[in-house]
Each structure stands twice: as structure tokens, then as C-alpha cells.
């Protein structure tokens, strides 16, 4: 099902959709501290303890602790480095922190975000409940054991790199062979900072950046002509439409591996680890983005041979739970960037659960459009297409969405009806009638005969006895009464019709046909009218009243045959 461009946005959602996204996203982000405010949940019968104000040198995590040491001695603060360190602060401890992230950035390959950010740290390892592992770095002639100790400083506990790991460090240092960029970058390039980065790093951002976004525009321009044939074949279009709604999300994708190489042959732990969870990120909104563009192209491939097919009831169906799938898809790709950024994303999972709760206090008219418009489309009450009457408007429905559904009316003008409102309304859908009802009341001058209008009621039952269109088992025309102005003539049949023009048509047709035979029946119309007659009393026609008796006599020798038989 085709949705105009103007209703998209460059990501293949509607506005409607990114909303709702936003809406249960955040809803379940924010569940663990709304259920603490829903009215008759059990609370803790005693209060929490109060927490102890936490390190300024965020050293409370063994996360908090290794991230600040970096950041310190990497700005060649290391004074502020030293105080992450088991031992005390001298001018051979200053050298001892240079050393550490000299071993750090070279050895370490192992990712940060790895590292608890509890402050007991990670209980479910093998070593004591005081010890983390940062990692191992292997080098030529030695092997150390990145450690961090629970220890108390200042009356609280914090985490600091082990005095058993900094004994090992001047050792290892000297084992190291590995090049290293600083051994060979000029001195004022070093010593010059910018947001405290030496301006050698941002030179080689700079270039790894463009160098990333170039290759990836080759990558994807070689990609392309191999992609060319299977999109052709699955959509069976000759032009490349389809095709250029791919090129964002694999150029995207590229970059995304860009610059996780950028992260291997970063300088420093942090280059890496930015890098690589920028690459990491990047990488979820590309796969995301390129499965929501291929399943618009699988949508329509669909809709496509639904159309064909003659089954355009399912073509809302299949637009609600493709809208659904890239929600869903929007979802879990905002989950994993969530936890590649190192959040923790437990609570978050948990909260599925009980997401119903918080989102019905957040949306909860969102909720009832979106499970009214389920309703609507599961019952196939409406379908795009169909002709139908809503309260006192009549329409054609144009679109089936997750919040309200769209009516062109007969004024050409553009009717939004909620979903939720919309499934309790009474609708009456014209375009799924099997049949066309023709059922007309005709009128004959009292001028007309009893032959003539005999001969009128006999013409026109053959008339309808012998249309192909008419349903012969309900066909019937009768004299129904004797009207103020007129004798009254009902017609009534149904007529088999593909739709509304064809059935006017034919109806047309019927109209015109039975006025032929009123007129060459020698009768006419009746129109409504009063009479005055002004003249003697006359006996009426002999021949008349002879037919008349004859008719009377005739009945009544039947009934007498009839009652002995009774």
C-alpha cells in the first residue's frame, strides 16, 4: 500500500508512527521509576539507608575509576592520576601513571564498557569480592593482569589500580617493543591541545573520517550493480527506485565499519573505545534503516499481488503490521544502541513485563486508536477502497493507519475519524454487497383498464423473467393498491452488479424498458391530481360489467369446486 511522500519522512516512517515509537520507548525507559508511583503497590516497610555521597573522582565503579585514570593521564594531569592508583603520590608515581597508560594504550584490547558500573563490582567472577580484572596485556617478554583493589580512602570505599599490578609495570614497560605514534610525531604537535587532545589525534580524526566516508561511497557504489538484479527480479520493475531507497542505509553501514577499523589502529584506549562504539552504533541505524527500506519494498511487492489477485480486503492488514514491524524493528535497534553505549538496559527488559502499565497512563487514547484500528482491520469491516457511510457522512476510505483512518468524502474533502472512536460507530459498507436491491413503486393512471393493466403486470414479469441480471427467485412485480391518485405498482428484484455505476446503469436500462410497455400497453404515468366531474349519472359500459360478471361467475363456480375437496 502506497503512502504519499509527503506523509514519510526520509527514514520510510510516518509521523504517526515515530510518535507512537517515541511513546512506548520512553514509557518503557521510564517504567522502573513509574511503578514506584502507582497507587497500591506494596512498599518497603522500612526506609532505604542513605547513600554515601559519591567520589568526586567517580573512582565509587571500577568502570568510573579506570575511565577517569584515562582521562587524567591522557590530559597529562598526573597528579589527578596518580590519586587512581594504589600507592602514594611521589614524582616515581607520576612516572608509574605515564608507564600504566603507555602499557594501556598499546596492550589493552579489551572493551571498557565490559567493566561493572556497580559499585560492589562484578560478583559473578571467579576472583574476590575487593578484586576486578581490566585485562590481560601480553607483550614480548612478560604478561600482566590489569587489577583494580576495593580499598578505603577518605573514610569510603574506592576503586584503584592494584599495588600487585603497578609492581609489575616498570618491568613490562620495558619489555615493550610495539611502535608507538608519539615515539615519532614532532614535540609542538604533542604539546599543542585542543579540549585537551594533542592536535595530532584531531588531524588524524579528520582524515580517518573523510577516509571512511570516501571508501564507504565506493563500497556502496560497487555494491549496488550486484544488488541490481535481485531487486529487479523480486519487484519486476526495470527502474532503480527501489534500489536508491538502499543507498542511505548501506553507505551508512560502511561507515560504520570505517570506523570500527578506525578504532583498531587507534592510539589510545579511548580512541578505541569511542570509535568502536560510534562504529557499534552506526552500524544498529544502518541495519535497521536497511531493513525497514526492504520490507517497504517486500510491503508493496505484496500489495502488489494482493491487488492482483482480487484480495484488497488484506490490503490493511498488511499496511498495520508493516507499520508494526518497523516499530518494532525502530525498538529493539534503540535497545542495542542503548547497551552498546554502555547503559544498562535490565531495567529496561524488565519493565516489558509491566510496560502496559506506565503506557496506559502515557497514551492510553493512543492505545485505544491503535487496538481500534486492529479491530476494524481483523473484522475487515473497512478496507481501503470501500465505499461506505460513517454516521452521517458517506466516503471512500483512503487510508487505514494506527491512529485514525482517512475518508475521501464525496465532497473531495479529506474526513479523519480516531480508530477507537471509529470502531464503535455503526458503519455501513456499501462496497461489500453481493447484490443491488431494485425496488421501485410506479404509478398508473386510473384511465388505465383492468386488460391494460393486466397486460402491464404480464409484460413486465417477462421483462424480469428474462433479464440475465436479475436474481429470479426474489423478482416480482404486483399491484400493491389503490392510491389517492393512482393504481400502485411495486417492483422489486435484485440486480447483479460489480458496483455502483454498473448497477445504475442496469437500473437504467429496467426503468426505461418498463415505460415502453406502460406506453404501448396504451396506459401512462399517474401524477398526483384531483378530478372533478361534472355531469349526469350514466349507467355504466354494458361490455365492462358483462366482463366483470363473467370474471365474478367464474370465481365463484372455482370456490364451490374447491370447498367439497376442502
Known amino acids: 500500500m502506497r503512502v504519499s511522500g509527503k506523509h514519510k519522512l526520509a527514514t520510510g516512517f510516518s509521523r504517526t508512527e515515530i510518535w507512537l515509537a517515541a511513546v512506548l520507548f520512553f514509557a518503557f525507559a521510564g517504567l522502573r521509576p513509574a ?18 555521597e559519591p567520589d568526586r573522582l567517580g573512582r565509587d565503579t571500577p568502570y568510573g575509576s579506570v575511565i577517569g585514570f584515562l582521562r587524567a593521564a591522557e590530559a597529562s594531569d598526573y597528579d589527578r592520576a596518580v590519586r587512581y592508583l594504589d600507592i602514594q603520590p611521589s614524582a616515581e608515581a607520576n612516572d608509574r601513571a605515564s608507564q600504566l597508560l603507555t602499557i594501556l594504550n598499546i596492550g589493552l584490547s579489551s572493551n571498557l564498557e565490559t ?67 608519539d615515539s615519532v610525531v614532532p614535540q609542538w604537535l604533542r604539546d ?19 577516509l571512511a566516508l570516501v571508501l564507504a561511497g565506493l563500497a556502496t ?70 531493513i525497514i ?89 473497512v478496507r481501503v477502497g470501500d465505499f461506505c457511510r460513517f454516521g452521517d457522512k458517506l466516503g471512500t476510505v483512503h487510508d487505514v493507519g494506527l491512529r485514525s483512518t482517512r475518508v475521501r468524502t464525496l465532497d473531495r474533502t479529506i474526513l479523519s475519524i480516531p480508530n477507537g472512536q471509529l470502531s464503535q460507530m455503526s458503519l455501513e459498507n456499501f462496497t461489500l454487497r453481493d447484490k443491488f436491491l431494485f425496488n ?7 384511465e388505465t383498464t383492468p386488460g391494460q393493466l393486466r397486460q402491464v403486470l404480464s409484460e413486465t414479469r417477462e421483462l424480469l423473467r428474462a433479464h440475465t441480471r436479475i436474481e429470479q427467485e426474489s423478482a416480482r412485480i404486483r399491484l400493491i393498491g389503490f392510491g389517492a391518485s393512482a393504481f400502485t405498482l411495486e417492483v422489486f428484484a435484485y440486480v447483479s452488479a460489480s458496483d455502483a455505476p454498473d448497477f445504475l446503469q442496469t437500473q437504467e436500462a429496467l426503468l426505461l ?19 372533478m366531474y361534472v355531469t349526469r349519472d350514466k349507467a355504466s359500459d354494458p361490455t365492462l360489467v358483462e366482463e366483470a360478471a363473467a370474471r365474478m361467475e367464474q370465481r365463484r363456480e372455482q370456490s364451490s369446486k374447491a370447498a367439497p375437496q376442502a
Open 35 to 52: 511503578i514506584g508511583q502507582i497507587p497500591g503497590l506494596p512498599k518497603t516497610s522500612q526506609p532505604a539507608a542513605p547513600k554515601p
Open 115 to 181: 567493566l561493572s558500573k556497580a559499585p560492589e563490582g562484578d560478583l559473578q567472577d571467579a576472583l574476590p569480592t575487593t578484586r576486578e580484572l581490566v585485562g590481560t596485556i601480553d607483550t614480548d617478554g612478560a604478561k600482566l593482569d590489569v587489577l583494580l583493589d576495593r580499598v578505603e580512602r577518605d573514610g569510603r570505599p574506592v576503586w584503584l589500580f592494584s599495588s600487585r599490578t603497578l609492581r609489575h609495570v616498570p618491568e613490562v614497560f620495558q619489555h615493550l617493543n610495539a611502535y608507538t605514534v
Open 192 to 210: 599543542l591541545r585542543v579540549f585537551s587532545i594533542p592536535i595530532y589525534r584531531w588531524l588524524g580524526i579528520l582524515v580517518g573520517v573523510v
Open 221 to 290: 557504489r560497487l555494491l549496488i550493480p550486484v544488488l541490481r538484479p535481485m531487486i529487479r527480479r523480486l519487484t519486476h520493475q526495470e527502474d532503480d527506485e527501489r534500489l536508491a531507497t538502499l543507498r542511505g542505509p548501506l553507505r551508512l553501514i560502511f561507515v560504520a565499519i570505517g570506523f570500527r577499523a578506525m578504532a583498531m589502529i587507534s592510539a589510545t584506549v579511548l580512541g578505541r573505545q569511542f570509535w568502536s562504539t560510534l562504529g557499534m552504533i552506526l552500524a544498529v541505524i544502518g541495519v535497521a534503516w536497511l
Open 293 to 381: 527500506r526492504f520490507s517497504d519494498v517486500v510491503s508493496e511487492l505484496a500489495a502488489r499481488r494482493l491487488t492482483q489477485r482480487r484480495r484488497a480486503s488484506k490490503l490493511a492488514v498488511l499496511g498495520l503490521f508493516h507499520r508494526l514491524f518497523k516499530i518494532v524493528v525502530a525498538l529493539l535497534g534503540g535497545v542495542v544502541i542503548v547497551y552498546a553505549s554502555g547503559k544498562d538496559v535490565t531495567a529496561l527488559l524488565a519493565g516489558l513485563g509491566l510496560g502496559g502499565i506506565a503506557i496506559a497512563f502515557a497514551a492510553q487514547k493512543t492505545l485505544e486508536n491503535l487496538f481500534g484500528g486492529v479491530s476494524l482491520i481483523s473484522d475487515e469491516q
Open 440 to 446: 421501485h413503486q410506479i404509478g398508473l393512471r386510473y
Open 513 to 531: 424498458d418498463i415505460l415502453d410497455i406502460i406506453v404501448a400497453c396504451g396506459s401512462g404515468l399517474a401524477f398526483p391530481s384531483q378530478t
